[in-house]
Every structure is written in C-alpha cells, then in structure tokens.
C-alpha cells in the first residue's frame, strides 16, 4: 500500500475484489504446488518462478524442507557444499527427537500423549492410519503456534478443545509448551502447568497454589523482546524468555468481578476473569472478558525509558520480578545461616528498573459498552511507537458494526478515553447496498497506517487506522462463509488470510488476490513419524516485510520480490544492473562479447556505479547462496571496470569509493545472514528484519536463544564495539561453564581452576593456543563480565569457579549483585564498604533481610547477622538508620535499642531507653495514669540496662533511678494535695519545687506545709542551696506571693544569693516603689553601689539612680542617667554634675 497513496485510491467496486467458489476452491490466481513438497531447497529464482498480484510480482521462498519439529541437537556440523539460499535439507540421521516422546507422540507441529493417542486409535480401529489418526486428533484439539517477530524461534503448544482438560476431556491434565528454531531443532520446553505454579499476594505475604490445565491456555505469543507470553482464559498470564525462564511471577490481567470470576482456580478473590479473546502484540498482550471489560499489559524491561512507566494511568498496576532486580534468572535469595531457605517476593519498582517488568492498565471498556448498548467481538492493539499519545491504543469491534478506541489514560481523558469512529457505512461492504456486520477479526499493517477488518459477512475491509479513507473492500463470501483462522499482513503490501483446509488467500491493493493450497499430503505421507497427517497445517507469523508460513514439515515465506531483484531479473530488463549481471555471466562462461557488454555501460557517466549498487541490493535480499554470488560476482566484475576508469578513480582518490564500501558491507551482512539462516541456528530473517533489528540486536538474540558463540563471533566480525563484544564473550564464557556441568556427571577431569582459567580466556578474546594468561598489556573489560560469568557457574553448581571469577570482577555493583545472587550477604558487604556507597551497603542489608526465611526469629537472625558478619561501616550504618528512623510514624525504637545491646554498648541503649521514656505522650484511648505507668516501666528498662554496663554507666543509672523516685514523689504529692497542679507529670525536678511553691497561692492555707514539701524534695535530691533559694524567689514572684517572698528574706540576715534577686523580681513583678525600696534598703554594703545603681535604672528611679552615680563619682554614670531619662529637672541635675 505505500507503493499507492492512500488519498488517491479509489474503492473498487465490490465485484472486482470478489472471486468465484470454484476459482478459489480450485487454483484461483495462485500455484496449486505452492506448498507442495519440493525436491530442491528452493525454486528457481527467476521471473517464471513469480506471481503478480496486481502490479506487485511476489514469490515463495522455502527456507526449510522436511523439518522434524522438537528435535535436539547433540551437536550440529555445517560441512554440506550443496546447500542453497540457506534454505535447510533434511536433519534426519545426526539427531534425535525431544525426550519427552517417550510419554508424547508428535504429529507434525502437535503433540499428543500416548494414552490419549492409544485410546482414539482403538476406539475408531484406525490402526496404523496415521493420516486419518490425524485429522480425528485434530476434531478435539488444537495446536496454538506462535513465532517471533523477525524470524525468530516458534513455540507451540497442543491443547483439548474442551477447557481445561483432565478426565472428561481424555487429553491428560499435561502438556508442553515447546520453543523451537525455524529448523525444527528444541530451544527449550516448558511443561504446563508450572511445577509450584502459585499466586504470590502482596497483601497478607502468602503465595496462593493455582490449579490449571492445558485446556485453560487461550493464547501465546512472542513480543518484540523475545519474551513468550502464555494467556489463560481465567487471564493468568505467564511471561518466559527463550530458555523457558520465567521472567515475571504469574499475574491476573483482568481482576476478579463478582459473578464472572473463573471458577476452580484456587485463588479465591485474588483470581481472574473468564476471558472472550486474547491478543499478543509486538509491545505485550491485550484481554477482552467476558464483562465487557479490557486490559492491556505493556511488557517492558531495562532498556525502556522509566519515565514511560511512571506515566501510566493512575489506575494502573506494575508487575516486577522477584528480588534482586539487577540480573534476569537469579535463584531464589536464601538465608546466610541456611541456604535451603528461602523467600522471593516481588520487588518494589525503585531506583533502576528491573530487567523485565509489566504495567497493568484495565479499560472500563464495559461500561461504556452498556451505555450504548453493544457488545465487543474482536480486539486489536496499535502499538506504542505508531499512536499519536505513543501508547498503545486498544480497537475494538463492537455487534452493531463500528469500532472503538481505547486510550491508555481513562482517568485523565475525557470521556474516558472512548471514542466511537461510526465506521458502520464503511466497513463490510455497507457502501454497496449490504447491510452493517460486525468486524470479527482485525489487524495492523507493520508500519501501524492501515487496519485490515474482516466482518461476519466474509467481506474484508482495509482502511487507514484513523477510519478516514478506505482502501480496499474484498468480497470473500463465495469462497468461504466462515471466519479465516488466522489473518495477518504480508509486509505493507498485502493481507494474508488463512482457512482450514482452504488454504492461503493473499488480497493486494486493489482486489487482486493470490491463493496458495495447504496441500502437504505427499510429503506427510513420506514422513513417517515425524509427519502430520493433516494436510493443511500452516500457521502464519505476519512479518514487517514477508509473512512466515509454518508448516507440518516446512518453513517458508511469502514475499514481495525486492524492486532491486525484480530489476536483475525480470526477463528482458534493460537496468543497469541487468545489464552488468548478464555482462558477468558471459565472462563466466567465457564469451568474447563480455567486455564489450560491460564497457557499454561505461560510456554513460554514471550508469556502472548504479549497476554495482543494483547488483549489491539485489544479492542481500536473495536466500540462495549461489544467487548471491552470482550478483556479487557481478559487482565484482563492474568494480573492476570502475577501477580503471580515470574519471571514477579521481573522484576519490587514497580512499574506497562508496560502491565499494557497499559491497564490503553487503558481503559481512550477507555472511552474518547465511549463518544466522543455518539449521543450527534457524533465524529465518530478511534484509530488512536485519535492519531493523539492528546487529546489537541480533547479538542479543542470539545470547537469547542459547547461541552465545555465534553472538561473540558475529561481535568480533562486524566489530560492534567493546561493550557488545565483551559481553557476547561473557555469554559464551558462561555457556562454557554451564556446560561442564554435564561434563562432570559424565566424569570429565577439569579442575575448578582449570574451568576458570578457559573462561578467563573466553572472556578476555585470547587466541585458543594460549597457554599463559596475557595479563599485562590487556585492554580492559567492560564491567560486569566476570560477574555475570560466575552467576552462571553458580547455578551449574561450580561454586569454587563462581568463587574464582568473582575475584576479578572490578566493578563493585555488578560484583555486589553477583554475591547477593548466591547468597553471600557478608562478602557483598565488604565489598560494597570498600566503595565507600552507602547505596550498595543499604542494598545488601535489605537483600539479606529477604533472604531470611519468614518466622519468629527472623528478626533476631537479621540482627545478629548483621552485627557477627557485616563489616564495622555497615554495622555503624545500620544502626544509625535504626537509630534515625526506626522511631518515626508511630514506631518503636525496640529495634535500634537491640542493636546497640547486641553492640555491647550499654550507655547508647539506656539512654535511647530513656529518651524513648521522657517523650511519651497520652493517646486518645489511655489516660495519664497509663502513661506514668508507661514510663516507669521504660525508665526501669534504663536503669537496668545501665547496671549492665557496670561502672561505666554507673552515672547514668543513678540519675535513671532517681528521676523514678521523683516520679513517684510527685504521685503522692498529688494524692496528698489532690490537684494536679500542685506536681503536673513529665515535669523535672526544678519544675517540681516550683510548682509546690506557686501552689500556696491557690491554696493559702497549705503555704507553710508546702513549703515544707518543697525544702524536703530539694533536701532529698540534694538541690544545691543557692538553686534552691533562686526557685523559690522565681515560685513566690510569678504566683504573686510578696509576702512569703518577704518571710523569705527575713529568715536570714544575707541570703545565699544575696538580696538583688528579691529587688528584680519585685521590679519585674510591677511592685510599688515601697516594695521595692524594701528590698534595696538592705544592700548596705559597700560592694553593692553598682547592684543598687543598676537596680534603681531598672526600676526607672532617676533620681535615686542620679544620687547614686554621684556617691560612687562616677561620670559615666552620669551621663547614662541623663540619656536615659526623659525628666528635664534630672537632666539639669545631671548636667550640674557633669
């Protein structure tokens, strides 16, 4: 469609884009032995070989032949010189098939188990009838099949018809989800249901046991990272990588709705909701339930922005994998006291994300479903990259014919986020007089402009993914009545459309369609065990570029042939590179009219640098090995012509022109290709998958899929630079060491040092004739290659090499993570102390703490540890933050106070006892009574806890002790006076002396015996006088009692704090000028002038103050006087003086 413009497409009328039931029942525009078996690789690459569809001509290429799907490889040697367009030959007698077969028997892409298969055999008396075996088989089951964008690996998985499955169905309650290459041979197989498979609730911290079946399976898929996503009709949806890891714990993409929970699932209200449909997408999964409402998960990881995640709708929720975030498969943290325990809970999404993790974003697509009173019948999910709010936005079909888009943000869009296109008089053939159906499956184009929309009526519907202008309308009712069993895009030019035993139905742009028959019978007759029996097993894998058809025994494409091939070599093209292709060929053959032919091309300027550049486009976009280099070849050859010519070679003189630089990258590309299209690998990618996940891409796939030789071959090849070389050597080092696992069983005489030693080499790119370590002079390695290197060998059980190799590793975070991954909490802590990063140590604490299994002593454990094993930073670190915050929001500092014990250091515990005691505060459910109670208790808990310090605490346990007696004291004072004034709680022991005294005033009668309690509570804490005596003038002056404060000085001749206290507290107390008087009348000694001095400028008696200046004859004083007084009778008194 990109060829065509979609603004100036006019629709075709309906009859043009239909087609007769015999035509398509029988050959229609297509090849009858299009998917017929084939005595060669591939056809013949030539014009003859082609289809048009329309204008565009397309062609088949089958890349491999007679594949034994689930087959294992012991090992894999590439020696055939007769292999083209790496297209693969039969894999039959150098391996075997998957050990499971022993319990399953494999019909082509299917497997069933042997009872299963036994019981229908002898039921219908079939005997050694595998083909209609077969096609009985596939009346109660089916097969789901999925593939990997970009070529990559292909699951499959068999399951009854019936859900679930057990008893009733005869299928089994097992089965297996297998992950092969393009090639047949077994990445990994995953049984299903999981061993231990459980729900882990964040809530109450207890994992629920999920019972399933094979029959709950509703769909798998691959997304774009190569992540395997398996939904459940409940909406349990599992993630697994290549290997058959799982990547994140089981989760419910819809949540449990009262009345259409799926029910015997065994997680209560924690399960999930009965599904109508699933959809896996490039960018994760879209649910539809049976409530009308819809979710979609993004399945994200490490290399996505996390600012995306942060976001999403509040009413989102994010799935993250077990602690520790930082490495992809590490085992389960266990407790440094007892590696066989262990606890793994999902880990909070915090400073980096983890490497894979998902966000949950359920739609309200059912309540806007009521309220215009329709239902939903198919799904389809636009991915982030090609929306305009670049987030997924989720179509659906509804009954009454139109669609409806989901935006990813209902919370915050208006509407929430609905809107209805009324696409009814577009869609299904409503513009030509039939009336409104509704869609029943949808898809997008790889490039995300248009929606191919096939309705109920079998018309098929392709518009632009804004509803604005339709492109296409196809009527395929008189072929087939039903729903297509899959539907896909084959590149940006086509939408393929599959039936059961009808075959592949290709519709082009404007009407022009292709048909390829599924017509396998020959070649399953022929391959005994191995084959189907079925005749039209094909499963389509839609591609940006091509559409994969994955047969019972085959592999093969569907493309649009290259413009730049369609020029080589359509017959009688007069191109450029045409002309030098055919230039090359005669000087093959040793014709005398090659050189006139290539020198023709000269003579134009510019006419040989296109044919170089249309011969070097075409061979990276052809399979055939000998095709490739026949143009490469042919490259060759005007590059030589090129090379002579004066006028070419002044253009760029001392450096390579760019025709040559083109054909030195299309030749490492077409290498990297050919080997990536070999059995033992088995990536069936093009050219443009190539781009489009780039060569850093196709390293990581490779790492994915348990090639990491390969990977760190290719790195060095297209030198991809340090980090991606490193790093595809640490993969394959690390392959090495998981290897000798099986080495070992078989009693194989490496030692750990040994192992090491060749990893080291591995890693660090030396020749294989080594024998010495080049350890001088070496560059230096990327961080985290050593450490990702003895993960491995920890989870292969070679302990001393994980020891070995963690030595070296040189960054202290990767190393961190790396012993936090096998449980050595210590070491990652003295390592984390070393770099001085308080991150790392907090981490490691807080890493040890999950690790620790959950029961009674787990806490007592965690203390213990850290205190015994850690380092002093992390120790001192760890008490501070305790110390710091373990107090705060309602908390208790038990926590702080038991490290400082375990510490042995007494003081700091009694004293954080203590101030824990003096801040307690009543709540609104416990009186004073309770928080004197309260704090004795603590107070007492000080106190012994300073006897344990013995002498050295022997200060701090008496204060203790005492201020528990004075709490006591303090009681029966308010017993014995029956107030709480006379000695409010919390109060100190000068507050307490205080009080009493001020109470007098409340209670005159009581002055003398309070009085008494005072002096007896200050005799009894030993009060020095002098304090005493300043209390007790403060007491009287601030509760007014001038009385007793004269009774007070009367009782001695010269106070102990003398008598200019008593005069300024009768001052402040705004005392008459008598009272006052009173008391500076009996400072008659000669030292007290300044006293008197000061005392009468306080009291602002000028004159006083005047006369005493001029007795101490002191000018000064004078002068102070005057400034300060505002009498014009004292300044001329003043002035007089001075």
Known sequence: ?????????????????????????????????????????????????????????????????????????????????????????????????????????????????????????????????????????????????AGCPNGGPIAAVTVPLS?????????????????????????????????????????????????????????????????????????????????GNPVLPPFYALSHAKGHASPNRGAGNHGGMDLMEARIFEGGLAVLGADMNAAVVELLDEFDDPSYADGADVSSRRIVPSIPPRTTDHPPLASMDDPSTSKAAPSPFSLAPPPHYAIVTPLPTGMFARSKRFAYRCIAVLPRQYAPSRRPELFLSTSDGSVVVSEMNPSTSPDDGFTDVDCRSRIGGSANGLPPSPV?????????????????????????????????????????????????????????????????????????????????????????????????????????????????SSVEILQRVPPGTADLLRIGSIAPGALLLDASDAFDSGSSNADEAARSITRREGLLEEAILGCV??????FDVTVQKRMLRAASYGLHFACKDESYRSESPGRPSPEAVAFVDVSRKLRVLNALRRPSTGFAMTSLQYDSVMPQGVVARLVAAGRASLAASISEYLKLGRRVSDYARAMKAAAFVSSTTSSLQQGSSMTDSQIAEQAIRIIRGEEKGSTKLQVKGAMPLSSGMYASVALAAHRAGRKGVADLLIMLEQSPTDKVHALLAIGSYADAAAVACRARDPDLIHMTMFAYEQGLSNNEERKSLYFSGIINKFPIEAVNMFTTFYSRFGGLHGGDDKSSINILLRRQKHADAGLKMAKKALTLRSTPTSGENDRGKEKVAALQEASTIFDLGGKDCAFQKTCTDEQIALIADQEQLRRSYGSMEVAPPSSSLTSTIMSILKYGAADPRSAHRLQADADRIAKKYKVPEKRQWHVKVRALSESGQWAQLRNLLDTRAKPPIGIKPFALAAIKGRQGQVEIMHYISRMTDKSDGEDRYDLFCEAGMWKKALEESVRLGDGRKVANVRSMCNSPDIQRLCDKYL
Not at 617 to 622: F, K, P
């Open 440 to 552: 029943v499956s949808m898809a997008f184009a790889p490039n995300g402009r248009f929606l191919a929309c096939f309705t109920a009526s079998s018309v098929l519907t392709v518009v632009s993914a804004n509803f604005e202008s339709k492109v296409l309308e196809f009527d395929a009712r008189s072929g087939s009545s039903s729903v297509p069993r899959s539907m896909g895009w084959c590149g940006e030019d086509s939408v393929v459309l599959h039936w059961k035993n009808l075959g592949v139905l290709m519709v082009g742009p404007y009407g022009d369609w292709l048909r390829f028959p599924c017509d396998d019978v020959a070649a399953v007759a022929a391959s005994g065990a191995g084959g189907s029996g079925n005749g039209s097993e094909a499963y389509l894998v839609p591609e940006i570029d091509c559409c994969r058809v994955v047969g019972s």
């Open 617 to 622: 486009e075409a061979a990276v976009g052809e």
């Open 1 to 145: 469609y990109n060829d065509t413009p979609t603004s100036t497409v006019p629709s075709p009328p309906l009859n043009s884009g239909s087609m007769s039931q015999s035509a398509f029942l029988n050959s229609g525009g297509g090849d009858a032995s299009m998917f017929g078996p084939s005595s060669s690789s591939s056809m013949d690459n030539n014009e003859s070989s082609w289809q048009d569809l329309g204008d565009l001509p397309y062609r088949r290429v089958r890349l491999y032949s007679d594949v034994l799907w689930g087959q294992t490889k012991k090992r894999q040697h590439t020696k055939n010189s007769s292999q083209k367009s790496g297209a693969a030959t039969a894999q039959s007698n150098q391996e075997q098939h998957d050990s499971s077969s022993s319990t399953e028997e494999q019909f082509g892409l299917s497997w069933y188990p042997k009872s299963y298969v036994e019981t229908v055999r002898a039921q219908q008396n079939l005997g050694d009838d595998r083909t209609a075996l077969s096609r009985l088989l596939s009346t109660t089951t089916t097969t789901l099949v």
């Open 163 to 243: 859900g679930g499955g057990g008893a009733e169905s005869g299928f089994g309650m097992r089965s297996t989800v297998r992950i092969m290459n393009n090639a047949g041979v077994l990445l990994s197989s995953i049984p299903f249901p999981p061993r231990d498979l459980a729900l882990y609730v964040p809530s109450s911290d207890s994992r629920i046991p999920l019972h399933v079946a094979p029959g709950d399976i509703l769909a798998i898929g691959f997304t774009s990272r190569c992540v395997l996503a398996i939904v459940l009709r409940d909406s349990l949806a599992l993630c697994y990588d290549l290997l």
